[in-house]
Each structure stands twice: as structure tokens, then as C-alpha cells.
């Protein structure tokens, strides 16, 4: 293989899966000192191409956008998203056009016309009240947290939101959250011959249970949708899919891939995309803040001078320090440390490698955080390090928890907008 990059083979049938420690990304990020940026690592039977700089991913993902935004299909994509809904489509027509419509849908609810702010705002404040219930007790904020921000996607999607003690909500949360938080993803597929083992045969059974009672409700909606729909009056993510069916049917011939099934896949996903990954990030806020007595009392100043009360999404820009801190956030604790594995559709070019087409490739969203050339004291929470002599916030487009290129993450400016709106108000009900 002429110019392939350089990697590591690790032992026959399981490659480097044993060598990569309780922190595989932190493991490769140092692997990149001996191989360079790009380089190849066997997991399990598969070489995976990882890219460990910004430099790198950009020259790949958004320069190359067209090569690198594939998804391989295997076993666990269709176990988890039946190879439909948005995440795990392949590159491609079909793709694009969910994209396009999920994007515009997103826009149009989330910061558009019906922007959502005054809607995650009053589930804020339902959800400190909640809070507020435990007195002076002792208890874990993701209970609240989790069934809040689940919430947001529900009002998104069914234009509804739940009681926090509503069944569909809790058989919700259970699937997600009890399942899908630390859900061995990689290993099945890399290894989809693990299946058949007795231990995760049987915790597929378990999903496979739980799931069903939460794709009932979802199909149950979707049906009500359709029942009582009004070509004037859009209420939510389901009812604009509804339309597109229409339009895109309405001379006779089936488009395949606006239908009712497709639906189901997308609202599914926007489930698994949207809450733990947003939930995580606030819950890692509040215990780096709670950490760093400094940052406590800046952010604290901040939002008692800028914000109004209650806070509005409006307030962002004239607060710098705010900004910092959840740019901090989303440097120091990425939730996705390797983006989503992406598939090569044709051959591609990085770092003078040539990538064969239909290699898999990762981001090393991690490594590229923590490059201590970038940032002095990497593994160190300090906010002021995106804060200017003038007191000006300063992004940075190398700090990049959603990915970059034209597959990055769909709901990132949902999820932006909800992050900064939970934190704000949390703080501006309660000192932690
Ligand atoms: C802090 C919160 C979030 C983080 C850190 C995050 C991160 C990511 C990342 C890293 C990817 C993979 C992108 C790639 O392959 O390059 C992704 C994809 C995706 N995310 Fe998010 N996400 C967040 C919140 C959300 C929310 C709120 C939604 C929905 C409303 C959402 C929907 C999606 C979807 C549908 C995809 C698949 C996009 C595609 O393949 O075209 N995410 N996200």
C-alpha cells in the first residue's frame, strides 16, 4: 500500500484494543509523539486513521468534506439506527436532503421564527424547582438535569413537553440514560462477532425491551400527527417532516425516503443525539465551576451585572466571561472525544498520506484540545485563556466539540443556546 500512513498492529484478532487504556484518546494523542498526526490504529480486525491535529482534521473534513463524510454500516448502526434516520446514512443524495430539511427544521425551531429560548428557559426554572424540593439534602443534579434537557428535544419534536414524573418520559430517560450513557459503541463495531457472546447477547435483549414501550410512544405520536394535522399550523419537527412527505408525494410518485419509517429513525435520533451529550457537558459546568472558587466568583459577578433576570439568550454577547467559561467547558471535557467514525467514499489526501476509499477515519477531538503547542497547561480549566487584553471574548475554530465540516453535529446551535440558558439560570437560582 504506496504511502500509506504509518500505525500501530497491536495483537493478532484484538490489534490495539488491550493497549488503549481507560482513556483511549489521551493514549493515541500520545501515540501521535512516535507516528505523527495522521497515522493508522487496528482496532480489533479494522484500521482506523486517526487524525491528531486540527491542521489534519480540517485538511480531511472540511477541505475534503466531499471524501470524508461517509458511515460505514455494520451490525450495531442498524441495531441502533436501522441505517436510516440522519447519523449513520452513508454520504450521499439521500443524506444531503435529510440534512438540508433537519437543518432548516432546526433553524426555524430552535433560533428561527419559533425560537425556543423562552420554552428551554421555562424548563430551567421547572427544573431548579425541582431541585429546590431537596432542601439542604444532598442529591445528584442529572437526576434534574436529564429529564430537563430530554425535555427541550420532546417540545422540538412533539411540541410537548412531560411531567418529570410522566411514564413515557421515565421509560425515556431509562433507555437513554441507563443504556445508552456508557454503551460499549466501538466495541460492537469493531468486533460485531461479540453479539453472539452470552453477556452482551443478553444486554441487547435488555435494550431491545427497554426500547420497545419508547418506540411505541414515538410511532403512537407520529400517528396522532397525522390524524390531526393542519397544513397551517406547523407545531413541530414531526408535522414539518409531515409536509415535506406531502410535497415531496404529491404527484403520485414515493419518494423512498420521506415516509413515516424515515421519520421514526430521525426523531429516535434526535433522542440519542441530543440529551446525554448536552446534559453531560452541563453537569461537567457545574462541577468545574463548583472546583474553581475564581471562576465561581467571576462567572457569579458576570451574570449578576450583564444578565437580565431571567436570563435571555440576547444577553450572550455582552458576556465575555460566560462565553469563556463554556468555551472552556467544551475545550477541557469534549464529550465525543472522537466525533463519530467517518467512512472515505472515494481515495483522499492528508498530511501527505494517501487514504484508500472506504477507509475509516477518526477525529482525535481530544488531542487537539489538549495540544499543549496550543494551550499552555492544557490539562488546566482556565477560562481567562479566551479572554483578550480588552476584555473580549475570543473564539477559537480549533476548539471544536461538535466536529467540523458539513457532517459536523446538526443541533449545535440548540445545544449552544440551551448550555448557556441552563447555566445561567442555575446560577442565577442558586450559588454551587
Ligand atoms: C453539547 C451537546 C452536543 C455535542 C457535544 C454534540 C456533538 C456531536 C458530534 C461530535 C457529532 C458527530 C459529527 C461528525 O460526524 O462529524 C454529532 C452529530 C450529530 N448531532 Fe450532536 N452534539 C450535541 C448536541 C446535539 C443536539 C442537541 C442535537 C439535536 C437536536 C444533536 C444532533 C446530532 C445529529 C442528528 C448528528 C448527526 C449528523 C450527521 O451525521 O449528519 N446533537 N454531534
Same mark, same amino acid.
Given at each position: ?24 484518546? $489521551? ?19 479494522? $484500521? ?26 455494520? *451490525?450495531?448502526? =442498524? /441495531? ?17 436532503? !435529510? ?8 433553524? +426555524? ?12 428557559? =421555562? ?6 424547582? +425541582? ?11 442529572? #437526576? ?5 434537557? &430530554? ?6 419534536? @412533539? ?12 421509560? &425515556?430517560?431509562?433507555?437513554? *440514560? ?17 453479539? /453472539? ?11 431491545? !425491551? ?5 418506540? #411505541? ?8 400527527? !397525522?390524524?390531526?394535522? %393542519? ?16 410535497? &415531496? ?11 413515516? +419509517? ?15 451529550? &448536552? ?21 457569579? +459577578? ?6 437580565? %433576570? ?12 460566560? !462565553? ?12 465525543? $472525544? ?25 477525529? %482525535? ?15 488546566? @480549566? ?35 443556546? =440551551?448550555?448557556?440558558? @441552563? ?6 437560582? *442558586?450559588?454551587?
Amino acid at each position: 500500500r504506496s504511502n500509506y500512513p504509518p500505525g500501530c498492529d497491536g495483537m493478532p484478532f484484538l490489534g490495539c484494543l488491550p493497549l488503549l487504556g481507560v482513556h483511549p484518546a $489521551n493514549t493515541i494523542m500520545k501515540w501521535s509523539k512516535r507516528y505523527g498526526d495522521v497515522f493508522y490504529v487496528k482496532y480489533a480486525m479494522q $484500521n482506523v486513521i486517526m487524525l491528531n491535529s486540527f491542521e489534519s482534521i480540517k485538511e480531511a473534513l472540511v477541505k475534503q468534506g466531499h471524501v470524508f463524510s461517509g458511515r460505514q454500516h455494520t *451490525f450495531i448502526t =442498524e /441495531f441502533t439506527s436501522g441505517n436510516a434516520g440522519l447519523g449513520f446514512l452513508d454520504y450521499g443524495a439521500v443524506w444531503r436532503s !435529510q440534512r438540508r430539511f433537519g437543518l432548516a427544521t432546526l433553524h +426555524e425551531f430552535g433560533m428561527g421564527r419559533r425560537c425556543m429560548a423562552p420554552k428551554i428557559l =421555562e424548563e430551567a426554572d421547572l427544573m431548579c424547582d +425541582e431541585m429546590l424540593k431537596h432542601g439542604d439534602h444532598a442529591f445528584d443534579c442529572m #437526576d434534574h438535569i436529564t429529564p430537563a434537557v &430530554t425535555n427541550i428535544i420532546s417540545i422540538l419534536v @412533539f411540541g410537548k413537553r412531560f411531567e418529570y414524573d410522566d411514564p413515557t418520559l421515565l421509560d &425515556t430517560l431509562h433507555l437513554l *440514560f441507563d443504556f445508552g450513557h456508557d454503551f460499549p459503541f466501538a466495541l460492537f463495531y469493531f468486533a460485531p462477532l461479540v453479539r /453472539f457472546l452470552p453477556p452482551w447477547k443478553a444486554e441487547l435483549e435488555k435494550i431491545r !425491551q427497554a426500547r420497545k414501550p419508547v418506540w #411505541d410512544h414515538i410511532m403512537s405520536a407520529i400517528q396522532q400527527h !397525522q390524524d390531526t394535522y %393542519n397544513e397551517n399550523d406547523c407545531r413541530d419537527f414531526i408535522d414539518s417532516f409531515i409536509a415535506k412527505m406531502k410535497s &415531496t408525494n404529491a404527484d403520485g410518485v414515493k419518494f423512498a425516503w420521506w415516509n413515516k +419509517e424515515q421519520l421514526f429513525h430521525y426523531v429516535k435520533e434526535l433522542f440519542l443525539a441530543g440529551t446525554d451529550t &448536552t446534559a453531560t457537558t452541563l453537569r461537567w459546568a457545574i462541577l468545574l465551576i463548583h472546583y474553581h472558587t475564581d471562576v465561581h466568583e467571576k462567572i457569579h +459577578e458576570e451574570i449578576d451585572r450583564e444578565a437580565s %433576570n431571567p436570563v435571555k439568550f440576547e444577553d450572550m454577547p455582552n458576556m465575555p466571561y460566560t !462565553q469563556a467559561v463554556i468555551q472552556e467547558v467544551f475545550r477541557s471535557r469534549p464529550i465525543a $472525544n472522537f466525533g463519530t467514525m467517518r467512512k472515505t467514499t472515494a481515495v483522499g489526501k492528508v498530511g501527505g498520506y494517501r487514504i484508500p476509499k472506504g477507509s475509516i477515519v477518526m477525529p %482525535n477531538i481530544w488531542a487537539v484540545h489538549h495540544n499543549p503547542q496550543r494551550w499552555k497547561n492544557p490539562h488546566l @480549566f482556565k477560562p481567562d485563556r479566551h479572554i483578550d487584553q480588552n476584555g473580549k471574548f475570543v473564539k477559537s475554530e480549533d476548539i471544536i466539540p461538535f466536529n467540523v465540516g458539513q457532517r459536523s453535529c446538526l443541533g449545535m446551535q440548540l445545544a449552544k443556546m =440551551e448550555i448557556f440558558i @441552563f447555566l445561567v439560570r442555575m446560577m442565577q437560582r *442558586f450559588n454551587f
